[in-house]
């Protein structure tokens, strides 16, 4: 079975500081999906970014950008000039690109809570 | 853009009540999802339903059930709850895989805060 893990609980960045969020996972297959979702207080957890594993380039969402190591299993999201507005819950996510069913969901991490001091 | 709603934000019901969970979505997507998420714990698959009528178990379907009579309805059922079925409950929908990358990208609803005391 696939693991997701998000080692640091919480997390704390000066406001226009850049943060970098950890995630690892392990998997025996050789191509599948990653995803960081934001889950801000009260309101809908929303994609952030995605990552293929076929590609080796990573990805880049304006602000955000990932550290996509597939050797390493590691999958870590950098956050430049953080804003007030970043402040949520960011949850790692695994999906393998061919399962069976069809339709089963994510793996997610435990989730790192990003906090952003004025 | 896609619009997952959950039919309360909160909701507090009694031990051994049966509980409905509603969840709809406006972008005729196949694929409907309920997660349970719990404090240092992540979110974690309950049930999944790929069509009308069709279900799958998640990792975690003890305690509950689904329902998906219409596309767009996606329902899940507390027959009895207890205390330990406490939790935010968020349900989530995506199209069917095309191939596109883009496809897998699950949408979430709100979420529904339950408390059952």
């Known amino acids: 079975a696939q693991t997701v893990t998000q080692s640091q609980p919480e997390m704390s960045v000066q406001e226009a500081e850049t943060v970098t969020l950890s995630c690892t996972y392990d998997?025996?297959?050789?191509?599948?999906?990653l995803f960081w979702y934001k889950q801000p207080p009260s309101r809908q957890m929303i994609l952030v970014i995605r990552?293929?594993?076929?590609?080796?380039q990573n990805a880049t969402e304006n602000r955000f950008s990932v550290n996509f190591q597939k050797a390493a299993k590691s999958f870590s999201l950098k956050i430049s000039d953080s804003q007030l507005g970043d402040a949520a819950m960011y949850f790692c996510?695994?999906?393998?690109?061919?399962?069976?069913?069809?339709?089963?969901?994510?793996?997610f991490g435990k989730g790192t809570h990003l906090i952003i001091q004025p | 853009d896609v619009k997952v709603t959950q039919s309360s934000r909160y909701l507090v019901k009694r031990t051994g009540e049966k509980v409905f969970l509603e969840c709809v979505q406006d972008m005729d997507h196949e694929n409907m999802f309920w997660y349970r998420q719990d404090p240092g714990l992540g979110l974690r698959l309950i049930y999944f339903s790929y069509d009308v009528k069709m279900k799958e178990k998640g990792d975690i379907p003890e305690g509950y059930s689904v329902s998906r009579e219409k596309k767009e309805r996606f329902s899940l059922i507390l027959e009895s709850a207890s205390t330990n079925q406490t939790s935010m409950y968020l349900c989530?929908?995506?199209?069917?895989?095309?191939?596109?990358?883009?496809?897998?990208?699950?949408?979430f609803g709100p979420g529904t805060r339950l408390t059952v005391t």
């Open positions: 998997t025996s297959e050789s191509d599948y999906y």
């Open positions: 990552q293929e594993a076929y590609k080796q």
């Open positions: 989530a929908s995506r199209p069917l895989a095309r191939g596109d990358p883009s496809s897998y990208e699950q949408y």
């Open positions: 996510a695994y999906r393998p690109m061919y399962s069976g069913g069809g339709a089963d969901g994510l793996t």
